[in-house]
């Protein structure tokens, strides 16, 4: 796959890309846009990663407390404040048990393996811009052994009858929701609950790549014990939408959990302590969770907004997908070079405090001279009206290039 898409997850964490890290120029010009986005008097979002070491480490001692008996040993090899997490996590999916993973990449890799010995089928059915395609480097296979294949290629989750008719067994089906790099795209519940159906009917598993399944709960209208219930096992993040440092659980029936706890270790995850990140999911947990509806709500204000914006601005081609967003994020797409418009983001940061776009990417395939970029709101965008979006558009289209 090529870098960009690499770039969009490791810029959105608040990471340096793999090729930033190698070139002294895009790694000024990296630590140039984060100390602007820090330092934003108005943004849609902040995210933990744009804080420094120390305001990490003093926003997780501040959470500690709340969250867990800081008179307890620490964790060992997934005991204490670890089990506590995997505890609650399991509690508000609904699954019989949850383990803990460093990362969401190995907690699916051994979630599909288990699932492969268990059917007989090492044949995975995902979409080809589904994360263990775009971002993980073939460690499906190269890992894991096994294999993918694409029920369709549309920017969309595949259909029931898509699943139904595909020509050929798989063992497992995997659904990521909501689809990040279709747009944050979502099927109606009644959908989905049609592609399970179909997928069962060919005596398969389905398995949620659920990295952002908390925020999904206000599109299907369902709380998210009962979208995980739809699945055989789920997977959610930790780093994502409710803003900790790393990390995810798997979840799913206790046989699976155990079975994923020995692979776990094989794959080398029975890390000695985790406490800071399993602290700080519980305080994400805590915090975001009951305002995850409010932000989708505002998300959908934003893009309305937008379009209105670039429409009255008479800016030409123009998208705002989906309109309305599924969740609380979504993508721009404008005719021009991502680097344009991201000096063009970080100039109005830098010289108005306010933070309407961050980075702009160019896409693996598509017209030349365009580029996109991924929109979120979190609480900081609460504030914004309608109006607040518009004249913060009408700024940043300003500092664009004249086309001739």
Same mark, same amino acid.
């Given at each position: 796959?090529?870098?960009? #898409? ?9 990471? &340096? ?63 204490? !404040?670890?089990? %506590? ?9 609904? *699954? =019989? ?7 969401? @990449? ?12 268990? @059917? ?34 549309? &920017? ?5 009858? %898509?699943?139904?008719?595909? &020509?050929?067994?798989?063992? @497992? ?5 909501? $689809? ?5 795209? $979502?099927? *109606?519940?009644?959908?989905? +609950? ?6 069962? +009917?060919?005596?398969?598993? !389905? ?5 952002? $399944? ?9 709380? /998210? ?62 915090? %975001?969770?009951? #305002? ?14 937008? *379009?209105?914006?670039? *429409? ?9 997908? /989906? ?13 021009? =070079? ?7 983001? !970080?100039?109005?940061? =830098? %010289? ?15 017209? /030349? ?7 979120? !709101?979190?609480?900081?965008? $609460?504030?914004? @009206? ?19």
């Amino acid at each position: 796959m090529a870098d960009t #898409n690499t770039q969009v997850a490791d810029e959105a964490a608040g990471e &340096p890309a793999a090729q930033d890290a190698a070139d002294g120029g895009e790694e000024a010009r990296r630590l140039r846009r984060l100390t602007a986005w820090r330092r934003a008097e108005r943004t849609l979002s902040r995210i933990p990663q744009d804080r420094t070491l120390g305001e990490q480490l003093a926003a997780l001692t501040a959470d500690a407390g709340t969250v867990t008996e800081l008179g307890l040993p620490a964790d060992i090899y997934g005991d204490g !404040v670890v089990a %506590e997490l995997e505890e609650r996590v399991a509690g508000l999916l609904g *699954t =019989e048990a949850a383990a803990f993973f460093p990362s969401g @990449t190995m907690a699916q890799q051994v979630a599909l393996r288990c699932w492969a010995a268990r @059917t007989g089928n090492p044949t995975v059915a995902l979409h080809p811009l589904a994360h263990p395609e775009m971002h993980e480097g073939g460690a499906l296979s190269a890992v894991s052994g096994l294999r993918t294949v694409h029920p369709t290629s549309e &920017p969309r989750l595949p259909t029931a009858e %898509e699943i139904r008719d595909f &020509p050929e067994p798989f063992g @497992t089906l995997m659904l990521e929701l909501p $689809l990040r790099d279709a747009g944050f795209v $979502l099927p *109606t519940w009644e959908e989905l +609950e049609a592609v399970v159906a179909a997928a069962r +009917e060919r005596e398969a598993v !389905v398995h949620f790549d659920g990295a952002r $399944l908390w925020e999904c709960a206000t599109h299907f209208g369902r709380g /998210p014990a009962e979208i995980a219930a739809l699945a055989d096992s789920v997977y959610v993040s930790f780093y994502k939408s409710v803003g900790g440092i790393s990390g995810a659980v798997l979840a799913g029936s206790a046989s699976l959990v155990e079975e994923a706890r020995t692979w776990r270790h094989r794959y080398g995850g029975q890390i000695f302590q985790q406490f800071p990140a399993a602290v700080a999911a519980l305080a994400g947990l805590d915090r %975001e969770l009951p #305002n995850l509806p409010a932000y989708v709500a505002q998300a959908k204000t934003v893009a309305a907004a937008l *379009t209105e914006g670039f *429409t009255q601005a008479g800016a030409g081609w123009f998208r705002v997908h /989906p309109e309305p967003p599924h969740t609380h994020q979504f993508q721009v797409w404008l005719p021009y =070079e991502a680097e344009e418009l991201t000096e063009a983001s !970080v100039l109005q940061v =830098e %010289e108005t405090g306010v933070a309407l776009f961050r980075r702009w990417f160019t896409p693996d395939a598509g017209a /030349p001279g365009v580029a996109f970029t991924e929109v979120t !709101v979190g609480e900081a965008g $609460l504030e914004w @009206t309608a109006e607040d979006v518009r004249r913060a558009l009408a700024d940043f289209l300003e500092r664009l290039p004249r086309k001739g």
